[in-house]
């Protein structure tokens, strides 16, 4: 399922947490010694392990020699969710980091379906991962410790209360013996699984929560060791490119492939439902053979309009009335009507891409007794099994997904219409299964090929009282829905597609009359989620305007919004770490100032200031305090990591990046032209973590939405000018 099943099914799961109690374990020896998993049982439809996922149907596996093998039901795009449920499993398990390695599974969603979505299907996301695992990973740890615990026990003929376990050894000090967990672990599969799991107390914790705890996967990656898909060599492969309509909508009419055919390495040309795709024994062969073949395109059907017409034409709709109601609080029309004043201001957000490092790919290969395995990053893995499936016609059963780490997703991994992993096998199904084939995307494929983060325009009013009182606020929203036309376009409740108003319609200000409306717009090009989803446009907008409102007043940045926070004391206690780190008052160098913003996304919160300079109309952020509060911090090493990143994620985004298109073709295609933040621009960061004893939340996506209006808010202590057209490079100039 997709990252925004989570916005609804969150709000349920919240409400309604899943019972520790509402589990069952699994136990069972295999070649290896003892697998062991977990799953919750209400609600979830029962599937046999042993027809879906074999041995990986287990979380965990301790092999004879030692080795403990954890099978991530969380995919792992770069944001650390391996070494997450590694933590888990070893705080209760008592390993060593040396014996640990940490594969990702699928093809089984009663044991790997994501928790926090309702459990119903396996996907990575929304940042859920670490409270997806959270209970079911450390019980595995834990009752496979207790397991080995018995099995030792009854060998050495000792108490089992007398045994410890620690950095992957039982021992027992009264006789002095003592061993690694292989020697146990085919005797502890024939154990009954403990009725009781008995979790550590977390006074004892020494992993979860250790600030000095590195990733896990961090030398590999450094060395160059850890393979992605782009990796991928199998015996005989060929490898594929593709020819994208130059439109999106058109379609293929006719080609010409006969000058690329007679080139050496290209083996053949065919055309598929989303283009053309170019064959041949390596990579440069079909490059060279691309550039040979002559596409006349059908563009009938085809979205022709510029994004300079489509963003006009949303700041028409947004003078007018919403189509859909997001939120009303008192009655926002009759406080503006009588507010002693009223501030108004539009706020416009281009497409952006997702610009990964790693370009879209995947490898199929029709095994000779008919299963079809499949190679890529998989973030929904059971969702694109059933839709190669469907493409191979194939049942589901003989589809296998290998999952791969990728260099990048921020959301872009997670498509409805899984379309790099469909095109790998209709190229398969089209070149008659002869060989293993990899379809690999250039950067321009990527650029180009879509999904996008979707524009708006924001038209936002603001009413102020004869004593100074922020008293009524209106936004309204216009642009495309993510999920409209799609497979989740049931989470479209009477209109309103929560990805489009989320940190808008969920403002945590007591406003006393709010109105949250949105237009959503009828546009043919492809949107998806992008990192912090509908937060990206919504944090900015709202943050910003409120600031304008501080500003009008004449108060200060950090106790205005602590005023309106009253009610909200996880946004209040992020909001009072970052001003106090920052050391909120004291005097900055001359021509430095403070932003301030403070938002929530996928229930984490977080606070950033941002230190800013202007300098020869080029924008400089000196430095970044952040602020977060995610619950139990379980990787604080990882949680900083996540903040630096999406701090200089989302800073790229609104100082430079945007994606525009000309009589519906995208303008850029590499990133001589998109420009992601290049290291030269990224500040300081701090991070501070707020303790805490609340379930664990996620952070892989909620520390980008602060840092625009953050920015953008000392922009105007600056210079007095508002950026309200991002990007700042280009909407600063423009202000």
Same mark, same amino acid.
């Given at each position: 399922? *997709?990252?925004?099943?989570?916005?609804?099914?969150?709000?349920?799961?919240?409400?309604?947490?899943?019972?520790?109690?509402?589990?069952? +374990?699994?136990?069972?020896?295999?070649?290896?010694?003892?697998?062991?998993?977990?799953?919750?049982?209400?609600?979830?439809?029962? %599937?046999?392990?042993?027809?879906?996922?074999?041995?990986?149907?287990? $979380?965990?596996?301790?092999?004879?020699?030692?080795?403990?093998?954890? $099978?991530?039901?969380?995919?792992?795009?770069?944001?650390?969710?391996?070494?997450?449920?590694?933590?888990?499993?070893?705080?209760? *398990?008592?390993?060593?980091?040396?014996?640990?390695?940490?594969?990702?599974?699928?093809?089984?969603?009663?044991?790997?379906?994501?928790?926090?979505?309702?459990?119903?299907?396996?996907?990575?996301?929304?940042?859920?991962?670490?409270?997806?695992?959270?209970?079911?990973?450390?019980?595995?740890?834990?009752?496979?410790?207790?397991? *080995?615990?018995?099995?030792?026990?009854?060998?050495?003929?000792?108490?089992?209360?007398?045994?410890?376990?620690?950095? &992957?050894?039982?021992?027992?000090?009264?006789?002095?013996?003592?061993?690694?967990?292989?020697?146990?672990?085919?005797?502890?599969?024939?154990?009954?699984?403990?009725?009781?799991?008995?979790?550590?107390?977390? /006074?004892?914790?020494?992993?979860?929560?250790?600030?000095?705890?590195?990733?896990?996967?961090?030398?590999?990656?450094?060395? &160059?060791?850890?393979?992605?898909?782009?990796?991928?060599?199998?015996?005989?492969?060929?490898?594929?490119?593709?020819?994208?309509?130059?439109?999106?909508?058109?379609?293929?009419?006719?080609?010409?492939?006969?000058?690329?055919?007679?080139?050496?390495?290209?083996?053949?040309?065919?055309?598929?439902?989303?283009?053309?795709?170019?064959?041949?024994?390596?990579?440069?062969?079909?490059?060279?053979?691309?550039?040979?073949?002559?596409?006349?395109?059908?563009?009938?059907?085809?979205?022709?309009?510029?994004?300079?017409?489509?963003?006009?034409?949303?700041?028409?709709?947004?003078?007018?009335?919403?189509?859909?109601?997001?939120?009303?609080?008192?009655?926002?029309?009759?406080?503006?009507?009588?507010?002693?004043?009223? +501030?108004?201001?539009?706020?416009?957000?281009?497409?952006?891409?997702?610009?990964?490092?790693?370009?879209?790919?995947?490898?199929? @290969?029709? #095994?000779?007794?008919?299963?079809?395995?499949? =190679?890529?990053?998989?973030?929904?893995?059971?969702?694109?099994?059933?839709?190669?499936?469907?493409?191979?016609?194939?049942?589901?059963?003989?589809?296998?997904?290998?999952?791969?780490?990728?260099?990048?997703?921020?959301?872009?991994?997670?498509?409805?219409?899984?379309?790099?992993?469909?095109?790998?096998?209709?190229?398969?199904?089209?070149?008659?299964?002869?060989?293993?084939?990899?379809?690999?995307?250039?950067?321009?494929?990527?650029?180009?090929? &879509?999904?996008?983060?979707?524009?708006?325009?924001?038209?936002?009013?603001?009413?102020?009282?004869?004593?100074?009182?922020?008293?009524?606020?209106? #936004?309204?929203?216009?642009?495309?829905?993510?999920?409209?036309?799609?497979?989740?376009?049931?989470?479209?409740?009477?209109?309103?597609?929560?990805?489009?108003?989320?940190?808008?319609?969920?403002?945590?200000?007591?406003?006393? #009359? *709010?109105?949250?409306? +949105?237009?959503?717009?009828?546009?043919?090009?492809?949107?998806?989620?992008?990192?912090?989803?509908?937060?990206?446009?919504?944090?900015?907008?709202?943050?910003?305007?409120?600031?304008?409102?501080?500003?009008?007043?004449?108060?200060?940045? !950090?106790?205005?919004?602590?005023?309106?926070?009253?009610? @909200?004391?996880?946004?209040?206690?992020?909001?009072?770490?970052?001003?106090?780190?920052?050391?909120?008052?004291?005097? +900055?160098?001359?021509? @430095?100032? =403070?932003?301030?913003?403070?938002?929530? /996304?996928?229930?984490?919160?977080?606070?950033?200031?941002?230190?800013?300079?202007?300098?020869?109309?080029?924008?400089?952020?000196?430095?970044?305090?952040?602020?977060?509060?995610?619950?139990?911090?379980?990787?604080?090493?990882?949680?900083?990591?996540?903040?630096?990143?999406?701090?200089?994620?989302?800073?790229? /985004?609104?100082?430079?990046?945007?994606?525009?298109?000309?009589?519906?073709?995208?303008?850029?295609?590499?990133?001589?032209?998109?420009?992601?933040?290049?290291?030269?621009?990224?500040?300081?960061?701090?991070?501070?973590?707020?303790?805490?004893?609340?379930?664990?939340?996620?952070?892989?996506?909620?520390?980008?939405?602060?840092?625009?209006?953050? !920015?953008?808010?000392?922009?105007?202590?600056?210079? &007095?000018?508002?950026?309200? %057209?991002?990007?700042?490079?280009?909407?600063?100039?423009?202000?």
């Amino acid at each position: 399922m *997709l990252v925004h099943k989570l916005n609804a099914l969150a709000e349920r799961v919240k409400a309604e947490p899943v019972s520790r109690r509402g589990f069952l +374990l699994s136990a069972a020896a295999t070649s290896a010694g003892l697998a062991i998993g977990y799953r919750p049982l209400a609600g979830l439809a029962a %599937t046999e392990p042993s027809k879906q996922g074999g041995n990986l149907a287990a $979380y965990i596996a301790i092999s004879e020699d030692d080795t403990v093998t954890i $099978y991530s039901s969380q995919f792992d795009m770069g944001q650390g969710s391996y070494h997450g449920v590694a933590t888990l499993v070893l705080e209760e *398990l008592g390993a060593d980091w040396a014996q640990v390695k940490v594969e990702g599974a699928s093809g089984n969603v009663t044991h790997y379906g994501n928790v926090m979505w309702g459990g119903g299907f396996q996907g990575s996301g929304g940042s859920t991962s670490m409270a997806s695992s959270w209970d079911r990973y450390r019980k595995a740890g834990a009752a496979a410790r207790m397991m *080995l615990v018995e099995a030792a026990a009854k060998e050495w003929n000792v108490p089992a209360s007398e045994i410890t376990v620690s950095k &992957g050894i039982i021992a027992h000090v009264g006789s002095g013996k003592s061993s690694g967990f292989g020697a146990f672990a085919k005797a502890a599969a024939n154990l009954t699984i403990p009725d009781m799991i008995a979790l550590k107390d977390p /006074s004892g914790w020494t992993e979860i929560g250790n600030p000095d705890l590195k990733r896990f996967d961090r030398v590999g990656k450094t060395r &160059g060791e850890q393979d992605f898909t782009i990796d991928v060599k199998l015996p005989g492969m060929l490898t594929a490119v593709m020819i994208h309509p130059p439109k999106f909508g058109a379609t293929v009419a006719s080609f010409d492939a006969d000058e690329a055919k007679a080139l050496k390495g290209v083996t053949d040309v065919v055309a598929i439902d989303r283009g053309v795709a170019v064959v041949a024994t390596d990579m440069w062969s079909a490059l060279k053979g691309r550039d040979l073949v002559t596409v006349t395109w059908d563009e009938s059907k085809a979205e022709t309009r510029g994004s300079a017409e489509i963003m006009a034409e949303y700041h028409a709709l947004a003078t007018k009335a919403p189509t859909a109601v997001a939120r009303t609080d008192g009655d926002p029309e009759a406080a503006l009507s009588s507010a002693a004043k009223v +501030l108004e201001a539009t706020y416009e957000f281009p497409y952006l891409a997702h610009a990964a490092m790693e370009p879209l790919n995947a490898a199929v @290969h029709m #095994n000779a007794d008919g299963d079809l395995e499949i =190679w890529g990053g998989h973030q929904m893995p059971d969702f694109y099994q059933q839709m190669a499936a469907k493409a191979a016609g194939l049942d589901p059963s003989k589809v296998r997904m290998h999952i791969m780490k990728t260099g990048g997703g921020f959301g872009r991994r997670a498509t409805p219409d899984a379309d790099v992993i469909l095109e790998a096998v209709n190229i398969g199904k089209a070149i008659g299964w002869k060989a293993p084939v990899k379809v690999q995307w250039t950067r321009e494929n990527d650029t180009r090929g &879509g999904r996008y983060r979707p524009a708006y325009v924001h038209r936002l009013r603001a009413g102020i009282d004869a004593d100074g009182k922020l008293v009524a606020w209106d #936004n309204h929203i216009v642009g495309q829905s993510i999920v409209a036309g799609g497979p989740f376009a049931g989470l479209i409740k009477d209109g309103v597609d929560a990805t489009s108003v989320e940190g808008s319609s969920t403002l945590p200000y007591a406003i006393p #009359n *709010l109105g949250v409306g +949105l237009t959503t717009t009828d546009v043919g090009i492809p949107v998806l989620w992008w990192r912090s989803v509908g937060s990206t446009h919504t944090a900015y907008a709202t943050e910003m305007f409120l600031d304008e409102v501080i500003a009008e007043i004449g108060a200060d940045q !950090v106790q205005f919004r602590l005023d309106l926070l009253k009610d @909200h004391p996880r946004h209040a206690g992020v909001l009072k770490l970052a001003a106090e780190k920052a050391d909120w008052g004291k005097p +900055l160098p001359e021509g @430095h100032h =403070w932003g301030v913003a403070v938002h929530e /996304s996928f229930h984490s919160y977080v606070a950033e200031l941002a230190e800013v300079s202007v300098e020869d109309g080029e924008v400089i952020v000196h430095r970044v305090v952040a602020a977060v509060d995610v619950g139990t911090p379980i990787n604080p090493d990882v949680i900083k990591a996540q903040v630096e990143g999406g701090v200089g994620f989302g800073l790229g /985004s609104v100082l430079q990046e945007e994606l525009t298109l000309t009589d519906g073709v995208v303008d850029q295609g590499n990133y001589d032209a998109y420009l992601p933040l290049r290291i030269d621009r990224m500040p300081q960061v701090e991070v501070h973590i707020v303790p805490s004893t609340e379930r664990p939340t996620g952070i892989g996506e909620p520390g980008v939405p602060p840092i625009g209006p953050a !920015v953008g808010n000392a922009v105007f202590r600056a210079t &007095g000018q508002r950026v309200r %057209t991002l990007p700042f490079d280009k909407g600063f100039k423009s202000a």
